[in-house]
């Protein structure tokens, strides 16, 4: 017999195709009565398929008892209780590596919108402005400019090797120095802030993390400073963000991720050196359709093979 898997949140056609082949599937996308779940199904389901934002949510977690594997599609996996899973020997996965180059493309896009003014300059063309006041201003390049990346794992390493085509200086801060690196490493955030003209941050959300960047580092990169968000929202403190906007402490910010999404402080709309995206940072058909295969090729594993292709770092122990 097939084991039953529980899918939470959204999933592509081709992801379902072969959940289906392999799976009874339940489909968990409007969480509203959980007990009613257990009850039913909770000594039923062995498999879980989730997303980076949608997770687990704890009650769920708990009340799954024949629970064995969790498979998450994403690279970040905040919002699953880890620590829980592992201690019950329920292994999670997640898809690194297969969205690295579109997410530092991300990276990349948003800092060249902010510093040569892309949103900007096409609100003046359609705004007529070319016609009636000439050419527009000018702006600033990337070309040769200092880069610090928060968050050194293969995300980060992959923006740091795209940015050298533009001659960046490269810095990093993470929790440690990696001594095959050829950038400079910081121990102190803050000091990396202050020497560098913009801050791209991709490292994980969680508790950790949260409002890592604040008042003190915004302001560290100053009015000429720009801040690029493609790790969680969670890790800029939003309201912080605000206000050195508002007060110019910070001259631009290109953001793809947000603390409470998808809402976003309706202060940054009309900014003219903010550039907004809806967490896109893997979103293309061939990114997201390769982490959809790794999403079910980690399931299927599990089940034929009694092992996974792709675990967190917190369940890599109970890999035999």
Same mark, same amino acid.
């Given at each position: ?7 939470? /949140? ?10 289906? !082949? ?26 879980v ?22 498979? @998450?599609?994403?690279v ?10 592992a201690?019950? +020997? ?7 590596? &297969? ?14 919108? @902010? ?26 390049t ?7 990346i928060? /968050?050194? /794992? ?18 990093? *801060? ?8 050829? *950038? ?21 959300? +969680?508790?950790?993390?949260? *409002? ?38 910070? +001259? ?22 903010? &550039? ?12 997201r359709? !390769? ?9 299927? *594993? ?9 675990p967190?770092?917190? @369940? ?5």
């Amino acid at each position: 017999m097939k084991p039953e898997l529980l899918i939470i /949140g959204d999933i592509t056609p081709r992801m379902a195709a072969a959940f289906d !082949a392999s799976f009874v599937c339940h489909t968990f996308t409007e969480i509203t009565d959980i007990n009613s779940f257990i009850a039913e199904k909770g000594e039923a389901i062995e498999a879980v398929a989730t997303t980076g934002h949608d997770g687990v949510p704890a009650p769920l977690l708990t009340g799954l008892s024949q629970l064995k594997v969790i498979s @998450c599609y994403g690279v970040g996996y905040d919002a699953i209780d880890v620590g829980e899973a592992a201690s019950r +020997g329920i292994i999670v996965t997640h898809t690194p590596n &297969v969205l690295n180059d579109e997410v530092a493309t991300t990276a990349v896009m948003l800092l060249m919108a @902010c510093y040569r003014q892309l949103i900007v300059n096409h609100n003046y063309i359609l705004a007529g402005d070319w016609v009636n006041k000439g050419n527009a201003p000018l702006n600033r390049t990337i070309d040769g400019m200092s880069v610090g990346i928060l /968050g050194y /794992g293969r995300i980060g390493q992959t923006i740091a090797k795209k940015l050298e085509a533009f001659g960046c200086k490269i810095s990093y *801060h993470a929790r440690s120095e990696r001594s095959d690196s050829p *950038h400079r490493y910081y121990a102190k955030l803050n000091d990396m802030a202050r020497d560098v003209q913009a801050l791209i941050a991709i490292t994980p959300g +969680g508790a950790a993390t949260k *409002h890592l960047v604040n008042q003190e580092i915004l302001e560290a990169l100053g009015p000429e400073g720009c801040l690029v968000n493609v790790a969680r929202g969670s890790v800029v403190d939003e309201a912080a963000l605000v206000n050195a906007l508002q007060k110019g402490t910070l +001259g631009y910010a290109g953001l793809d991720v947000f603390d409470k999404e998808p809402q976003v402080p309706e202060a940054l709309f009309n900014m003219p050196n903010v &550039v907004l995206t809806p967490h896109i940072g893997s979103a293309t058909v061939e990114t997201r359709q !390769a982490m959809g295969d790794l999403t079910v090729d980690n399931l299927v *594993h599990f089940f034929e093979k009694g092992a996974v292709l792709t675990p967190v770092p917190e @369940c890599q122990h109970l890999i035999k």
